[in-house]
């Protein structure tokens, strides 16, 4: 007897939704039984029947009396069965993509501006806000599920919108979340030691990275980077760039730090790849003033600068560092420190960083998730604790930092950015960098 498509499976059980989660399964629906880090949906399989799943996508069978289609990978099942699902709703819609270790949402930022400016509705998906329709969506990963993805492409094109600028991960790749999606253009900003608790190397990150671009139509790509040059060999007809590009020539870029030219360097450069004119570009760039959590001032009358950023990885915490040094003569503070349960290798790389392009490190509490803060401080320090102030309070760390700045110091707050709540051991709390240090600021000041 033949085997069962799983396109024969979807259409033969006509579910009324897709769901892998089943705190959001709604009646009627298909349910993928998805093997997470943290739970197996086999596992979960009679709680969506309870909640009245129709049928079961799954890896092994299991002792549920639903119908059941065995795949070799339920996340590779996901993409197919969701585009087709929502009726392949990115065909209607342009799609540019930006991939990288650090600078994908200030790209992104950048390159919906673009469009924006030349007359196309866009839809935005980064890890800092979501856009559908022009309005603000619920956030989630930098690259949502197969089948959040695919709901989010279909809301997109009901809501109006003709074109959409999305961050492309290298996590997503690995995991199928982007299986069938084309890239009109497809951005690389760099490559640096991040994820490393997932990839295991930097060769199979590389590699993630580099499968992207077998669904892009066009390839732009900054050789200023190794992994760019290496990238760009491999891509004959990738355009790309560096820091000396010209494709800013006549353009007010607001947004400060070297790092963030290049940033719009990929962005106009992606735009004039979809054949957008001169005038659109220069009007879009031109129109992003800042991009929440990344270089951003905090402004309460105080006589020092204050900068929050989501640097997070030794890169990105190093050309933050160098950039933050022009905005004033004195001391530069840095509070920092580095995230749980992630890469523990770039841990040490980060200290070292800081402690040599700052004047002074404070040495904090980033989001510890499961992991014991003092045991991650000790990584970051290395072995030189006595080369930071070590405050694991992360509250009390950005407080002492304030407190001690004087005119024509400059303060960075790193790591988290705009990330409104902070993960710990026993869950999320609020916890939003830039409102602390509004709070304090205006405390200092007063």
């Known amino acids: 007897m033949p085997t069962e498509t799983l396109g024969e499976f979807v259409g ?28 197996d949906g086999h596992e979960l399989a009679p709680l969506a029947a309870r909640r009245g799943a129709v049928g079961l996508v799954v890896e092994r069978p299991v002792p549920v009396p639903l119908p059941q289609l065995v795949v070799p990978d339920t996340r590779a099942a996901m993409a197919p069965a969701a585009a087709a699902f929502f009726g392949h709703p990115q065909d209607r819609l342009l799609t540019a993509a930006v991939t990288g270790t650090n600078g994908k949402t200030t790209t992104a930022f950048l ?58 991960t290298s996590i997503a790749q690995a995991q199928h979340r982007l299986d ?67 494709a800013l020539d006549g353009v007010e870029l607001r947004l400060r730090g070297e790092f963030n030219r290049l940033n719009a360097i990929g962005a106009a450069l992606a735009a004039r790849a979809l054949g957008i004119d001169t005038e659109a570009i220069r009007r879009g760039i031109e129109s992003v003033q800042g991009v929440p959590g990344r270089f951003e001032s905090i402004e309460e009358g105080q006589p020092f600068a204050v900068v929050v950023d989501y640097a997070h990885t030794p890169d990105s915490l190093a050309n933050v560092l160098r950039a933050a040094r022009t905005l004033g003569r004195g001391r530069l503070t840095v509070v920092f420190g580095a995230g749980g349960d992630r890469d523990r290798a770039k841990r040490p790389a980060m200290g070292r960083v800081a402690r040599e392009l700052a004047d002074r490190a404070i040495l904090t509490s980033d989001n510890p998730r499961s992991e014991a803060p003092e045991a ?69 000041v007063g």
Request: a negative charge; glycine letters at 8%; charged letters at 25%.
């Open 111 to 168: 390159l919906r501006a673009i469009l924006t400016a030349a007359g196309r509705s866009t839809g935005l998906l980064t890890n800092i806000e979501r856009r559908v329709g022009g309005e603000s969506a619920p956030l989630g990963l930098n690259t949502p599920e197969a089948i959040d993805l695919q709901r989010l492409f279909r809301q997109m094109v009901d809501r109006g919108d003709d074109a959409c600028v999305m961050e492309a």
């Open 376 to 444: 991650i401080a000790a990584e970051v320090a290395g072995g030189h604790p006595a080369a930071y102030t070590i405050e694991l309070d992360r509250r009390a760390a950005i407080e002492l930092a304030l407190a001690e700045a004087e005119p024509g110091d400059v303060v960075v707050v790193a790591g988290r950015g705009a990330e409104p709540e902070q993960e710990l051991a026993t869950g999320k709390v609020p916890f939003d960098d830039r409102e602390v240090v509004r709070a304090l600021l205006r405390r200092v």
């Open 180 to 246: 069938g999606v084309r890239f009109d253009v497809l951005v690389f900003t760099n490559l640096t030691q991040d994820h490393l608790d997932f990839h295991g190397t930097m060769e199979a990150y590389y590699a993630a990275k580099r499968a992207l671009f077998e669904q892009a139509e066009h390839a732009v790509v900054n050789v200023g980077d190794e992994y760019g040059r290496r990238l760009a060999r491999e891509l004959p007809g990738a355009t790309t760039f560096d820091a000396s590009s010209d």
């Open 12 to 39: 033969r059980l006509a579910p009324t939704d897709l769901a892998y989660d089943t705190r959001a399964l709604a009646p009627g629906a298909l349910f993928f039984c998805v093997r997470g880090s943290r739970a």
